[in-house]
Antibody, heavy 119, light 107 residues
Framework: EVQLVESGGGLVQPGGSLRLSCAAS????????MDWARQAPGKGLEWVGR??????????EYAASVRGRFIISRDDSMMSLYLQMNSLKTEDTAVYFC??????????WGQGTLVTVSS | DIQMTQSPSSLSASVGDRVTITCRAS??????LAWFQQKPGKAPKSLIY???SLQSGVASKFSGSGSGTDFTLTISSLQPEDFATYYC?????????FGPGTKVDIK
């Protein structure tokens, strides 16, 4: 069974940084692209970004709203996905989900971790 | 960026009803469309991919159709566990984008 468990969320001041982690199990992590998505309180889903697998150079894609501030990385030996968030803004407040990409769509999701950006 | 719209934004239906939700892309995306179900406080659940392929383990009462710019999700006979918000998502090009959601509640 695919399991994705996010951690690292919390309260951070505007301008601050936070690193989220996602622990994967139940599938061959290294074979898959992995994504981050988010959902602001009471709002819809927003894709944050993607990291490809080793065979594709671990290259990344980002939404315009986070490009230059967020960095996605992965450690295949640890079956873990990461989201480094810098220069955080109040509008980054959201539940952050990690998701597995199967055939390019997000086929399995974690339960999410809440990030609150507030002074 | 490809903009996704959904209609209706919300609907009220009864158990046993047939429900159809429409999703439209601002430009052609082939069949690179997925549908998700989300219940309050829970993670989204994949239902349909490639516009009409049923995700493994998902009940056959869910079906998808369409290609290009216009897509539909149909629930053949609504059950109590189906009351939720449904999102479409295009993955034809970056950035990946979601529709705004359709909330299905009990009439």
């Amino acid at each position: 069974e695919v399991q994705l468990v996010e951690s690292g969320g919390g309260l951070v001041q505007p301008g601050g940084s936070l690193r989220l982690s996602c622990a994967a199990s139940g599938f061959t992590f290294s074979d898959h692209y992995m994504d981050w998505a988010r959902q602001a309180p009471g709002k819809g889903l927003e894709w944050v970004g993607r990291i490809r697998k080793k065979a594709n150079g671990y290259t990344t894609e980002y939404a315009a709203s986070v490009r230059g501030r967020f960095i996605i990385s992965r450690d295949d030996s640890m079956m873990s996905l990461y989201l480094q968030m810098n220069s955080l803004k109040t509008e980054d407040t959201a539940v952050y989900f990690c998701a597995r990409s199967g055939n390019y769509y997000l086929d399995s999701w974690g339960q999410g971790t809440l990030v609150t950006v507030s002074s | 960026d490809i903009q996704m719209t959904q209609s209706p934004s919300s609907l009220s239906a009864s158990v046993g009803d047939r429900v159809t939700i429409t999703c439209r892309a601002s430009q052609g995306i082939g069949n690179s469309l997925a549908w998700f179900q989300q219940k309050p406080g829970k993670a989204p659940k994949s239902l349909i991919y490639a516009a009409s392929s049923l995700q493994s383990g998902v009940a056959s009462k869910f079906s998808g159709s369409g290609s290009g710019t216009d897509f539909t999700l149909t629930i053949s006979s609504l059950q109590p566990e189906d009351f939720a918000t449904y999102y479409c998502q295009q993955y034809n090009s970056y950035p990946i984008t979601f529709g705004p959601g359709t909330k299905v509640d009990i009439k």
